[in-house]
């Protein structure tokens, strides 16, 4: 009898008809994506695949066996829907590039749900997308877009960079990047895609950054520049979630590449009650 898994597998396989990047969209190996399909072959008794040159291409069987196996997958996540929205959540786990996209609504899902675990990890897009995937986190908050099958996105806002400097620190009158290239930098570390979009304008400019600190996350260069001569660039999102006081705060003068945000979670799955107030209760604090 054949399996779930190899269902799957033959599905994902079907859309890229190439064995390499089937495999990488599944994360497994191409050894034993081979092996699982020939496993289903095996009990079908006949062959869904064969070669033309170096591609593949599905046989009259495969092209029918498409059509069914589509459709007992199709049966399959709609139950887990259904039965999903019938099992009240005991945990709900978030991901996001820092706790202040999720922190401004954290209390009012914890009234709503008291039962309800709340966990929330700090992570780059990369790590929340893998993490969304493979169910480690239930929903994340990453940058748009998510080139992949398997993440179901929804558009909450585009954010946007600031410069901040201690309140007594006059040195930056104006944040163009030509400017914020004399003076020293408080920036997110290089694992971060906000740091490789400053880079990129930078470089773009022909222009060569002081990077003074490279920290790991927006609270680490807030904290610091409030003790330190060194310019932060954080984004207009944490700093909703801040007071502003705190800080001299100077718009950045150059256009950047937008930094659109979206609510991220695992394709297939049924945004239950928790989920979907988290979702409504973000897009409405986050909005443009």
């Given amino acids: 009898m054949w399996t779930l898994t190899q269902l799957r597998y033959f599905n994902i396989l ?3 008809l190439n064995y390499r ?3 990488e969209r599944l994360d497994i190996s191409e050894p034993a994506l081979s092996m699982q399909i020939r496993k289903l072959e095996s009990v079908l008794g006949t062959k869904l695949f064969h070669r033309q040159g170096r591609a593949i291409a599905l046989t009259t069987a495969g092209r029918q066996f498409t059509f069914h196996a589509i459709q007992i997958l199709q049966a399959v996540d709609d139950a887990n ?3 999903t929205a019938r099992t009240p959540r005991q945990t709900l786990r978030l991901g996001a590039s820092g706790n202040h996209l999720f922190s401004p609504i954290i209390g009012r899902i914890a009234d709503a749900y008291p039962q309800l675990t709340i966990q929330m990890s700090e ?15 239930d929903a ?3 940058f748009l877009p998510v080139d992949d099958p398997a993440i179901s996105s ?3 806002f585009s ?18 990047l030509a400017n914020l290239s004399r003076v020293p930098l408080a920036v997110l570390a290089d694992r971060f895609y906000v740091r490789r979009i400053l880079d990129d304008a930078f470089q773009a400019q022909s222009l060569v950054p002081h990077y003074q600190l490279a920290l790991g ?7 610091v520049v409030q003790h330190s001569h060194a310019v932060g660039l954080v984004s207009a999102a944490f700093l909703r979630s801040q007071d502003p006081h705190r800080w001299r705060i100077l718009p950045l003068a150059d256009t950047l590449t937008p930094l659109p945000m979206g609510f991220i979670y695992p394709r297939g799955t049924a945004l239950d009650p928790v989920l979907q107030q988290t979702y409504q209760a973000v897009a409405a604090f986050h909005h443009d």
């Fill in 14 to 16: 079907t859309q890229t």
């Fill in 123 to 137: 992570l780059t897009t990369t790590d929340i997308i893998d993490q969304v995937k493979n169910h480690t986190l």
């Fill in 140 to 142: 994340g908050i990453a």
């Fill in 21 to 23: 990047e089937a495999a």
């Fill in 217 to 223: 996350s927006y609270h680490s260069i807030a904290t």
């Fill in 159 to 176: 954010d946007r960079l600031m410069a901040i400097t201690a309140p007594d620190n006059n040195a930056l009158q104006k944040a163009t």
């Fill in 81 to 83: 829907r259904s039965v």
């Fill in 154 to 156: 929804h558009y909450l």
